[in-house]
């Protein structure tokens, strides 16, 4: 199984380099692409190497999920990471802080998936029906794991 997701992000990581045209920035200029991004500093830390904002709408939309996969997969590297840091530290834990934490952060994890899932729901409503909507969905999903891999790097690096 893992073989086969490997395969299906290189394929899709292929189609990407050969979908997006990266000598020319363009905007969209939709509502959701203009909401300002509070976390816009800290997220500028996290490499983008992906510019999906240039090309017909069937590009773009392929070009977003593929970066939506890109920050998927380092979101999911960082909290099983993190994860496996607090199980670590758990054994010479004699207040519990650890186990606590690592339980606190679990549930934050299920409730940021949550809200996640209903940010994307807002935009099923917004451009319903429209060829746009995978991009708005994949924009707003992107920006949200930008800002929980920020989140989660705070207690990779707490010391």
Known sequence: MKILTKIIFIIFLSIFI???NKKQETKIITRHIKVK???????DS???KFDCYDGSQTEMNVCSANELIYYDSILNVRY???????DTEIKDDYENYNLRLKTSIINSQKNWIISKEKNREVFDIEYEGGSILPLAKNTQTIRDTK???IFLEYFIHED
């Open 80 to 86: 099983k990471y993190l994860i496996k840091k607090i």
């Open 147 to 149: 800002e929980r891999i």
């Open 18 to 20: 050969f979908s997006c």
């Open 46 to 48: 996290i490499p983008n």
């Open 37 to 43: 991004d509070s976390t816009k500093e800290k997220s």
